[in-house]
């Protein structure tokens, strides 16, 4: 998968779920696809993507093994630069 946002390629998107805080009130809401549980993501991640919640990840990480290779967007560190100025 390609990011059109300059992040470079990924397949995973690694999310809160919906019954943790966000400061971002445009956060869009999906499905963990293990545990199926609600999670928060950006509207601006790469698609198609596979949503996976925080507290699912190390399983998932663990069935795959190996290194992984974490991706972030330009447009999430500025908003995350903004978010952190601000707090």
């Known amino acids: ?3 059109t946002h300059g992040g470079g390629a ?9 019954d943790k805080p966000t ?3 445009d956060n869009e809401r999906g499905l963990c696809s293990r545990c199926q549980c609600e ?3 950006r509207p601006h991640v790469p ?3 596979q949503l996976i919640c925080l507290e699912c990840f190390p399983a ?3 069935k795959i093994g190996g290194d992984i290779e974490l991706l ?3 447009q999430t560190v500025a908003e995350l ?3 952190l100025r601000r707090n």
């Open 1 to 3: 998968m390609t990011d």
């Open 10 to 18: 990924a397949n995973i998107v690694i999310c809160l779920r919906t």
């Open 23 to 25: 400061p971002f009130i």
């Open 39 to 41: 999670v928060w993501y």
């Open 47 to 49: 698609r198609p993507h």
């Open 60 to 62: 998932l990480h663990a």
């Open 72 to 74: 972030v967007t330009r």
């Open 81 to 83: 630069a903004v978010y």
